[in-house]
């Protein structure tokens, strides 16, 4: 039986979204995810995982919130060589977010905050947030800052105390715990092994794609990851999130 207690929005009806919508729910929380290649050991919907668990847990926190269903595919062109990938071009993925906010602010959805977790995404987002606030009646909040979405989810590992840092995060410590934390049964424990380690440029991983610094296609060390990690990044991210989406949204009410 359904649960009114759910916060993901697929799994209203039209009319419980119409009731919702009149009892005061305000924001739906949109992730930008993606289907590619995240190692031997981890699934190709890895950023789509993590995008519908922190769209959830975001929209609970806030509790004026639904959670949209995460977008996918991304923008994974870098990852072409491997096997499964999935991938849009930016100004298809552009189309796709306009497309989701023009919906949701045209039945009553006044605030609408997207939420990248794929790499390849965030200068989509930044790029087509100021576009569609400019068109639609609500606003947009786009918390699509790369460095930051990366420096918390090692603030999470030291703070689960795993004592080790990835510059860049891509199937290593950081997303292994993630899935754990979610579904650790879509780990592959038997194809855990140490990827790339050494110095990295984002240029060269963009240009040259993945399969040109790691052959696995992992970056870092997912042995590292344990599910209190996975558990204590998704936290992080969660609560410095809300943080800012209130604190934009007191902005908005001159409060």
Do not use: W
């Amino acid at each position: 039986m359904f649960s009114p207690e759910s916060v993901r929005l697929e799994e209203y009806s039209y009319s419980e979204i119409e009731r919702a919508l009149e009892d005061g729910t305000r924001t739906a929380v949109v992730a930008v995810g993606s289907v590619e290649q995240h190692g031997p050991h981890l699934p190709l919907i890895m950023d789509t995982l993590a995008g519908d668990e922190l769209s959830r847990r975001i929209a609970e926190r806030l509790g004026d919130a639904l959670a949209a269903p995460t977008i996918r595919p991304g923008c994974s062109g870098h990852h072409m060589e491997f096997s499964g990938t999935i991938t849009i071009s930016p100004e298809t993925l552009m189309d796709t977010i306009r497309s989701y906010c023009r919906s949701l602010a045209e039945h009553g959805f006044e605030y609408i905050v997207l939420v990248p977790t794929h790499g390849g995404n965030f200068a989509p987002v930044n790029t087509v947030a100021p576009e569609i606030a400019r068109e639609i009646d609500a606003d947009v909040i786009a918390l699509a800052d790369l460095d930051e979405h990366m420096i918390l989810m090692n603030q999470g590992l030291h703070e689960a105390g795993v004592a080790y840092e990835e510059p860049v995060i891509h199937a290593g410590a950081a997303e292994t715990a993630i899935v754990m934390a979610i579904n650790e049964g879509l780990v592959r424990t038997d194809e855990l092994a140490a990827g790339y380690e050494g110095e990295i440029r984002t240029a060269q991983l963009l240009s040259e794609g993945f399969q040109s610094v790691t052959e696995t296609g992992v970056l870092g060390d997912p042995r590292e990851a344990t599910t209190e990690a996975g558990e204590a990044i998704l936290e992080k991210i969660t609560t410095t999130y809300v943080e800012q989406i209130e604190t934009e949204l007191r902005s908005e009410c001159g409060t």
